[in-house]
């Protein structure tokens, strides 16, 4: 069973920045894009950050937009996720999946549309 792996979560004071990344633990062939998505407690998941992983498109939800940035190493299969100036409000376990289909925008932000959801790691931003 394929899934997602992510690591480099932690913990970081306010203002702090962070890198998560994200690998598949097998082969996964031409999926589409690779979406980042966080769950803090007693929340729902919600979207994060998407990018395409043939041309590097991306999208993100507002509430990270100019201080989270999305991005994918090819040679490495990886995606990252660096994540500057954070607040507590960002404090949640932050998971990633793939999308299979040729959806932009805000298509890449529907949550039920991904698969291969890795276990998540925690990311604490402490006040």
């Known amino acids: 069973q394929v899934q997602m792996v992510e690591s480099g979560g932690g913990v970081v004071q306010a203002g702090g920045s962070l890198r998560v990344s994200c690998a598949p633990s097998g082969r996964i062939i031409s999926y589409y894009a690779v979406g980042w998505f966080r769950q803090a407690p007693g929340k729902e998941r919600q979207f994060v950050a998407a990018?395409?992983?043939?041309?590097?498109?991306?999208y993100y939800a507002d509430s990270v937009k100019g201080r989270f940035t999305i991005s994918r190493d090819n040679a490495k299969n990886t995606v990252y996720l660096q994540m500057n100036n954070l607040e507590p409000e960002d404090t949640a376990v932050y998971s990633c999946?793939?999308?299979?289909?040729?959806?932009?925008?805000?298509?890449?932000?529907?949550?039920?549309?991904?698969?291969?959801w890795g276990q998540g790691t925690q990311v604490t931003v402490s006040s």
């Open positions: 990018i395409n992983w043939s041309d590097g498109g991306t």
């Open positions: 999946a793939v999308q299979y289909g040729r959806a932009r925008g805000q298509a890449m932000g529907v949550i039920k549309s991904y698969v291969y």
